[in-house]
């Protein structure tokens, strides 16, 4: 399944019951995926989210998925909405962000109807909490998952080691992470990510944690599997640190909640097909077949066609 939104592309796969080999956000920051300039067409259009997003894609698939169902799932146009009513600082910062990506969605979701990988985009629901409910479904048919990703929320899904979340962006000895890798680093458990990342912050979502609490600190006062409910009733909250820990309670309760996925989307049954994606050609022969090379602009639509299955939205709306 490949997640996509507008300033992040990730991506994850499933493999077959069989099979026990585990398969998704590449941060885009000047959207160039990597390249060391941008990609452009003939005329002079960016074709750089288009290009990269297939790149990184085949390049995943074949180095680390071959054999499993790629899915692509994309944020909805609503999906932040209740988080931020629940807290309306929730990704605020991001008013300010380059959204221009967005003119490349729907040639990329043409370009993965051209070759044949579904897709799915549920109105209401962020791409991690599609994630989470496909990874779910996936664990109970007894299909290992590979999440592509540089999302560290993504972590908290690593609590199966059938499920392994690959980061295009890391250094080669960090690039595929499991549910060991997690406590090596950062000294929690996965399943303890949502308490771990209220107590620190997460800048990119515009949670600001606790004020002197880093990785390190957080990681100890959780040792031990403890949860943030088991460390808000413990003697552990001590000195000017655990005095501002306990006059954020609620704080923090609502933070972890915000970054807690959700894995029961109400996603179509039908999603996937229990078959692994062909091997996908080239980004440059993909452009080539939607004649972009020529494409003076990306800001007129792609040519309307029948929609495949699996680009339903969950409401059932075409």
């Not at 791409?127 to 664990?139: E, M, P, S, W």
């Not at 309760?253 to 915000?258: A, K, Q």
């Not at 020529?294 to 680009?311: Q, V």
Request: overall charge negative; glycine content about 8%; proline content about 7%.
């Amino acid at each position: 399944m490949l997640h996509c939104h507008p300033a992040d592309q990730q991506a994850l796969s499933w493999g077959n019951r069989e099979s026990r080999t585990p398969i998704r956000e590449q941060r885009t920051g000047d959207i160039r995926f990597g390249f060391p300039a941008r990609i452009t067409s003939r005329n002079g259009a960016d074709l750089t989210g288009v290009f990269g997003t297939l790149a990184l894609l085949r390049k995943a698939q074949r180095e680390h998925a071959p054999d499993h169902e790629v899915l692509v799932a994309f944020d909805g146009e609503l999906a932040s909405a209740a988080r931020v009513e629940t807290d309306p600082d929730y990704k605020a910062n991001r008013a300010d962000a380059d959204h221009s990506p967005i003119a490349s969605l729907p040639w990329v979701k043409t370009a993965l109807d051209a070759i044949g990988v579904r897709w799915i985009e549920h109105d209401t629901a962020e791409g991690d909490d599609t994630i989470a409910t496909l990874t779910t479904r996936a664990l109970a048919e007894a299909r290992p998952v590979r999440i592509m990703s540089g999302d560290r929320d993504l972590l908290q899904l690593l609590t199966d080691p059938a499920v392994s979340v690959l980061n295009r962006g890391a250094p080669a000895d960090r690039r595929v992470q499991t549910r060991s890798d997690v406590h090596a680093r950062f000294g929690v458990h996965p399943g303890q990510w949502p308490c771990f990342r209220a107590l620190t912050g997460d800048p990119a979502d515009n949670i600001p944690g606790i004020r002197g609490v880093g990785a390190v600190t957080a990681a100890r006062l959780l040792s031990g599997g403890l949860t943030l409910d088991g460390l808000l009733a413990s003697d552990r909250l001590v000195g000017a640190v655990g005095a501002r820990i306990a006059a954020h309670t609620e704080d923090l309760r609502r933070w972890r909640d915000l970054i807690r996925l959700e894995h029961d989307v109400d996603l179509p049954d039908d999603l996937t097909t229990g078959h692994p994606t062909p091997h996908l050609v080239t980004a440059a022969a993909i452009l080539d077949h939607l004649a972009l090379w020529d494409t003076t602009t990306l800001n007129t639509p792609p040519p309307d066609k029948d929609r495949i299955a699996c680009r339903r939205r969950s409401t059932g709306h075409p």
